[in-house]
């Protein structure tokens, strides 16, 4: 009777080359069958086997589980949001929560994305509760403004110049004297102060003392009182679409210089050497009109603009292009500078004949802004 063989046995043999047959009895069991079953389980993420390249593995997807899909421990930034620990976490694809997986949250004293600032965070800048920095015309009313209603807050000018889309507040010159007298026509020229060599300019003055309205268009300077030397020029000028009312008060050296053309219209036609040369248009006060000005500037002077801008004093026109002198009595509720129209600030505002800063009565201008 032949021994059953064993494994070491058999292990032998077939290192040598021999060929062993080994029959199991009925209802045996073989300790290597056992070996290759263990052998056949493939290593996933989810089947609950931490293994060597995972961190966690608890089959899970629930919010409150600190092992994420790929078996990876829930960290911020991985796009989970993981209950009771993090607020929110996009995993860096939006702009709605911070790289600490907080909402984005305007006050929190940190200057999140989408953000220009934080009135929490003490930057210098004056900031907005919605985290932008400040500015006048974005229709919040912040520090340092008395009102902000965005694109609705308009110049509230008595008058104001428009080229193009260039619209700018014209600040009429104010004084008790005449028009006349305020020109002061002598040695063939203007003496307003505002005469330049080489420039074209236009101003608004009101007389306050009689809430007379005056447009005074003014070219070079007089060399007698300046000592500056104005080159041979020439400059046209065309006044189209006045108001009714409208007339002529001065034409500078000769009546055909400037004169009406229509009975809304005046055209000049200036030459002059040494000297100034100009007019003055009385006007409807107050009113609601648009004038058309078209300049040509021919010959010596060089630039057209408009005098009477606050502090930029002179603005520069395009003499290409016509302008358009508005006049309204209609007053804004906010400036462009976000501040409110009132009487005696100083600020000539639509609906105003006059302001001189005060509310003396007695004085060139009335304490309600309409009189004297």
Same mark, same amino acid.
């Given at each position: 009777?032949?021994?059953?063989?064993?494994?070491?046995?058999?292990?032998?043999?077939?290192?040598?080359?021999?060929?062993?047959?080994a029959?199991?009895?009925?209802?045996?069991?073989?300790?290597?069958?056992d070996?290759?079953?263990?052998?056949?389980?493939?290593p996933?993420?989810?089947?609950?086997?931490?293994?060597?390249?995972?961190e966690?593995?608890?089959?899970?997807?629930?919010?409150?589980?600190?092992?994420?899909?790929?078996?990876?421990?829930?960290?911020?930034?991985?796009g989970?949001?993981?209950?009771?620990?993090?607020?929110?976490?996009?995993?860096?694809a939006?702009?709605? +929560? #911070?790289?600490? %997986?907080?909402?984005? *949250?305007c @006050?929190n /004293?940190? =200057? !999140?994305?989408? &953000?220009? $600032?934080d009135p929490?965070?003490?930057?210098g800048?004056? +900031? #907005?509760?919605? %985290?932008?920095a400040? *500015?006048? @015309?974005? /229709?919040? =009313? !912040?520090?340092g &403004?008395? $009102?902000?209603?965005?694109?609705?807050?308009?110049?509230?000018?008595?008058?104001?110049?428009?080229?193009? *889309?260039?619209?700018?507040?014209?600040?009429?010159?104010?004084?008790?004297?005449?028009?006349?007298?305020?020109?002061?026509?002598r040695?063939?020229?203007?003496?307003?102060?505002?005469?330049?060599?080489?420039?074209?300019?236009?101003?608004?003055y009101?007389?306050?003392?009689?809430?007379?309205?005056?447009?005074?268009?003014?070219?070079?300077?007089?060399r007698?009182a300046?000592?500056?030397?104005q080159?041979?020029?020439?400059?046209t000028?065309?006044?189209r679409y006045?108001p009714q009312?409208?007339?002529?008060?001065?034409?500078?050296?000769?009546?055909?210089?400037?004169?009406?053309?229509?009975?809304?219209?005046?055209?000049?036609s200036?030459?002059?050497?040494?000297?100034?040369?100009?007019?003055?248009?009385g006007?409807p006060?107050?009113?609601?009109?648009?004038?058309?000005?078209?300049?040509?500037?021919?010959?010596?002077?060089?630039?057209?603009?408009?005098v009477?801008?606050?502090?930029?004093?002179?603005?520069p026109?395009?003499?290409?292009l016509p302008?358009?002198?508005?006049?309204?009595?209609?007053?804004?509720?906010?400036?462009?500078?976000?501040?409110i129209?009132?009487?005696?600030?100083?600020?000539l505002d639509?609906?105003?004949?006059?302001?001189?800063?005060?509310?003396?009565?007695?004085?060139?201008?009335?304490?309600?802004?309409r009189g004297?």
């Amino acid at each position: 009777m032949h021994s059953k063989p064993s494994v070491q046995s058999a292990v032998a043999l077939l290192a040598s080359g021999g060929v062993v047959v080994a029959f199991a009895s009925c209802g045996g069991r073989s300790d290597l069958g056992d070996a290759a079953e263990g052998d056949l389980r493939v290593p996933s993420c989810g089947d609950g086997v931490v293994d060597a390249d995972e961190e966690c593995d608890d089959a899970q997807s629930a919010d409150q589980s600190p092992c994420v899909p790929t078996c990876k421990l829930a960290r911020c930034g991985d796009g989970k949001v993981l209950a009771g620990v993090e607020s929110c976490d996009d995993g860096g694809a939006s702009d709605f +929560c #911070t790289p600490t %997986c907080a909402p984005v *949250t305007c @006050g929190n /004293g940190v =200057v !999140d994305v989408r &953000e220009a $600032c934080d009135p929490a965070e003490p930057t210098g800048i004056l +900031c #907005t509760s919605k %985290c932008q920095a400040s *500015t006048c @015309g974005d /229709g919040i =009313v !912040d520090a340092g &403004e008395e $009102c902000d209603e965005g694109p609705a807050n308009e110049a509230g000018a008595a008058a104001y110049i428009v080229q193009g *889309t260039n619209v700018r507040r014209l600040y009429p010159v104010q004084s008790t004297e005449v028009a006349v007298d305020f020109y002061d026509y002598r040695s063939a020229s203007a003496h307003t102060g505002f005469e330049a060599a080489d420039q074209s300019n236009i101003l608004l003055y009101v007389d306050t003392a009689r809430l007379e309205l005056s447009l005074i268009t003014l070219n070079g300077i007089d060399r007698d009182a300046s000592g500056v030397s104005q080159a041979r020029s020439r400059v046209t000028q065309v006044f189209r679409y006045l108001p009714q009312g409208a007339y002529l008060v001065l034409a500078d050296d000769k009546p055909e210089e400037i004169d009406f053309v229509g009975p809304n219209a005046v055209q000049a036609s200036f030459k002059f050497k040494d000297n100034s040369d100009g007019g003055i248009i009385g006007l409807p006060w107050p009113g609601d009109y648009a004038i058309e000005i078209e300049t040509t500037l021919e010959r010596g002077v060089t630039s057209w603009g408009f005098v009477g801008s606050g502090d930029a004093g002179r603005e520069p026109l395009d003499a290409d292009l016509p302008a358009l002198l508005v006049v309204r009595t209609r007053a804004s509720s906010c400036r462009t500078d976000c501040t409110i129209p009132r009487c005696n600030d100083g600020i000539l505002d639509a609906g105003e004949t006059c302001d001189d800063g005060n509310a003396d009565a007695g004085d060139a201008c009335a304490p309600d802004c309409r009189g004297n």
